[in-house]
């Protein structure tokens, strides 16, 4: 069965870092275009990243460019997300998804997205 588990979720100050993992099983990551997304209380979720296939392309919300890096480890059928000078505005509920199109969205919809994780919750205090 399909399967992604996110980890390295908590509470952190602002100005702080996490990472963020994702874990897939039943599923081969290399074969998936990949990307975080996040919904904060009362929000629609929302895209945060994401990373092509071989993990040489990688695109970000406009809010977090420049802190977060996304990253993959095809190998290891990992795929990670860190956070650098996390903001109490990136509080939320951080979900992986894998896109098994054969094309590549920079900007995708949650709605285009076929597999998801429960997501980890990420909360930075001021």
């Known amino acids: 069965q399909e399967q992604l588990v996110e980890s390295g979720g908590g509470l952190v100050q602002a100005g702080g870092s996490l990472r963020l993992s994702c874990a897939a099983s039943?599923?081969?990551?290399?074969?998936?275009?990949m990307g975080w997304f996040r919904q904060a209380p009362g929000k629609e979720r929302e895209f945060v990243a994401a990373?092509?296939?071989?993990?040489?392309?990688?695109d970000y919300a406009h809010s977090v460019k420049g802190r977060f890096t996304i990253s993959r480890d095809n190998a290891k059928n990992m795929m990670y997300l860190q956070m650098n000078s996390l903001k109490p505005e990136d509080t939320a509920v951080y979900y992986c998804?894998?896109?098994?199109?054969?094309?590549?969205?920079?900007?995708?919809?949650?709605?285009?997205?076929?597999?998801w994780g429960k997501g980890t919750l990420v909360t930075v205090s001021s």
């Open positions: 998804a894998a896109d098994r199109s054969q094309y590549y969205t920079s900007n995708p919809s949650p709605n285009g997205m076929d597999y």
């Open positions: 039943g599923l081969t990551l290399s074969m998936y275009a």
């Open positions: 990373i092509s296939w071989s993990g040489g392309t990688t």
